[in-house]
């Protein structure tokens, strides 16, 4: 395909998104030619709003990257605000680069798509063949939803209009832009945020969340914008080589898991906290394992770069700078 002039990135100042523009320039992208917007300036939820947007700029390609996103906390607390806010940012943003003539959009999805006792590792048949995790049930729905619009829009449109819309279900993500929220946050960077300020306290104790024993899998957020570049730019006739019409999305991860409690020993090592790390029972796990397959990504030729240590290194450096700012 022929390169784009014009490329919106929706959701820029996200941690995704962010990591999707700084790919984006680094791969010789013209700042000029990447089309952002803050939520000040444009209300992904406003349909009027998002049609206007897409008819004055007119975006050759769209990396759909904003969401309202957040930890168990966050998804038990705020249930309707995070299906409403997300099906509406999705379906505005997909139908009015529909409207205005947009051939190739990526949508980025989230692996809690797949039900809470999916066998493991989750390979993208699993969608849609168990019970969702209830603590995240109504942003997952979403985000189904989200991967049902582009193939429906491919469905409907594909072949009178050439639209290929993509979808990219990324693994747990973390790194520079992340949220260190002390409630809303997600893992790693409530983790980050927990011993850096018990180091700080001089606390002899740090107690997580749940028995310690879920096994989750983690990738630096700039290895998932390179995915989501790589993927987007993939010829149709490869991407279809490699996808099905009804189950066209792909997985992103790095192919490894660890336990909660090994993950919070890691960032404890990283923080340079040295005090106790117990677990609270009472709270809860989430679902038990949540490990990607990503032979579907590997076959297209995509692998990951940073490993965990470096990442949360990467992170942590990333943390003081927002702590102290």
Known sequence: MTSP??????????????????????AGTPREAIV???????????????RAFFAAERPDQVYLAAARVGGIHANNTYPADFIWDNLMIEANVIEAAFRTGVRRLLFLGSSCIYPKLAPQPMTEAALLTGTLEPTNEPYAIAKIAGIKLCESFNRQYGDSHGVDYRSVM???????GDNYHPENSHVIPALIRRF???????????????TGSPRREFLYVDDMAAASIHVM?????????HTQPMLSHINVGCGEDLTILAL??????????????????????????????????????????????????????????????
Not at 272 to 295: E, F, N, V, W
């Open 170 to 176: 990324p693994t747990n993500l973390y790194g520079p």
């Open 5 to 26: 002039s014009k490329i919106y990135v929706a959701g820029h100042r996200g941690m995704v998104g962010s990591a999707i523009v700084r790919q984006l320039l680094a």
């Open 196 to 210: 850096h300020e018990a180091k700080a306290q001089g606390a002899p104790e740090v107690v997580i969340w749940g």
């Open 233 to 241: 730019q993939l010829d149709a006739a490869t991407y279809r080589q």
């Open 264 to 325: 919070a020993h890691q960032v404890a090592h990283t923080v340079g906290y040295a005090g106790r790390i117990a677990t609270d029972p009472t709270k809860p796990d989430g679902t038990p394992r949540k490990l990607m397959d990503s032979t579907r990504l590997r076959a297209l030729g995509w692998q990951p770069r940073v490993e965990l240590a470096q990442g949360l290194r990467h992170a942590y450096e990333d943390f003081l700078r927002e702590y102290r700012a």
């Open 36 to 50: 952002t917007r803050t939520h000040a300036e444009l209300d992904l939820t406003d349909q009027a709003a998002v």
